[in-house]
């Protein structure tokens, strides 16, 4: 059983950057894939990143978000992050970081967080 908790998001002007954070419990979260997700108002889910197990070195970007989002995994604070920069008013959703045994851009990994807001203001 894995728990996971997003923190980092807010209210900014577009250009801006945040940092989202998903701090999870257990003592196997190096072994999970790691994703961000986001949802706005009236939309579906949509994948954002994903990064692989352990060192991380196999990273994916929704089209959407190259050259912007970057991902990355601290194993050792059990924490997957997820660096925002020039950020746009089309960013505004929830967002909510996911554990699974593979990436996929389908929103059918194991476990979910409760999602954390970004808001982005033109």
């Known amino acids: 059983q894995v728990q996971l908790v997003e923190s980092g998001g807010g209210l900014v002007q577009a250009g801006a950057s945040l940092r989202l954070s998903c701090a999870a419990s257990?003592?196997?979260?190096?072994?999970?894939?790691m994703s961000w997700f986001r949802q706005a108002p009236g939309k579906e889910r949509e994948f954002v990143a994903g990064i692989s197990t352990w060192s991380g070195s196999s990273t994916r970007y929704a089209d959407s978000v190259k050259g912007r989002f970057t991902i990355s995994r601290d194993n050792a604070k059990n924490t997957v992050y997820l660096q925002m920069n020039s950020l746009k008013p089309e960013d505004t959703a929830l967002y909510y970081c996911?554990?699974?045994?593979?990436?996929?851009?389908?929103?059918?990994?194991?476990?979910w967080g409760q999602g954390t807001q970004v808001t982005v203001s033109s």
């Open positions: 257990g003592r196997t979260f190096a072994s999970y894939f």
């Open positions: 996911a554990a699974g045994n593979r990436i996929t851009t389908y929103p059918i990994y194991d476990y």
